[in-house]
């Protein structure tokens, strides 16, 4: 699973269970709850593949749940 953000201030942030994994910490998920429930809380543009991958190679990688500055601790 992969996510983009698009701001209005022209900043991408791109996330993905492979960014989040890279230090070898589990995540699961990159929502917290139901997949459904959340997506419906949140204002979603639809986009084709093709757009999506564009704009994910303009990302920056901004992992949410294991940021860079966070250290592996906990095993899981």
Same mark, same amino acid.
């Given at each position: 699973?992969? %996510?983009?953000?698009? /701001?209005?201030?022209?900043? #991408?942030?791109?996330?993905? #269970?492979?960014?989040?994994?890279?230090?070898?910490?589990?995540?699961?998920?990159?929502?917290? @709850?139901?997949?459904? +429930? %959340?997506?419906?809380? #949140?204002?979603?543009?639809?986009? %084709?593949?093709?757009? /999506? +991958? +564009?704009?994910?190679?303009? @990302?920056?990688? %901004?992992? /949410?749940?294991?940021?860079?500055? /966070?250290?592996?601790?906990?095993?899981?």
């Amino acid at each position: 699973m992969r %996510t983009v953000n698009v /701001f209005a201030d022209g900043r #991408i942030e791109r996330n993905s #269970i492979a960014l989040e994994e890279r230090k070898g910490d589990r995540c699961p998920s990159l929502v917290e @709850g139901p997949f459904i +429930e %959340t997506a419906r809380s #949140i204002p979603l543009g639809l986009i %084709t593949a093709l757009e /999506f +991958e +564009e704009v994910w190679q303009r @990302g920056t990688d %901004t992992p /949410f749940w294991f940021p860079d500055d /966070f250290p592996k601790t906990v095993q899981f």
